[in-house]
């Protein structure tokens, strides 16, 4: 049994394929504060002291901020995935 598709060839209730179903307005903003918090990640490109518990580390501040922002996106994606 098959499913009824309308003129368009889309199937009778399904969603729209290609970029424009995929493009709600939830993906644009995360898109767009991705895109902003690189940005200020790759301005602020000076050395930094971070202490790690005991040691002071010395590195650039665009690759602490990068860290910490993949840390940041592996737990969300880590809890986003237990609450489904």
């Not at 490109?45 to 971070?50: D, K, Q």
Request: net charge positive; hydrophobic share 55%; aromatic share 8%.
């Amino acid at each position: 049994m098959s499913a009824k598709t309308s003129e368009s060839g889309t199937r009778a209730g399904g969603r729209r394929g290609g970029l424009a179903g995929a493009m709600t307005p939830a993906r644009i903003t995360v898109l767009v504060l991705a895109v902003l918090a690189l940005i200020f990640i790759f301005e602020n490109t000076g050395e930094t002291e971070i202490r790690l518990l005991i040691p002071l580390v010395t590195m650039p501040l665009w690759l602490a901020l990068l860290a910490v922002g993949l840390i940041g996106g592996l737990f969300g994606a880590f809890f986003m995935r237990r609450r489904r």
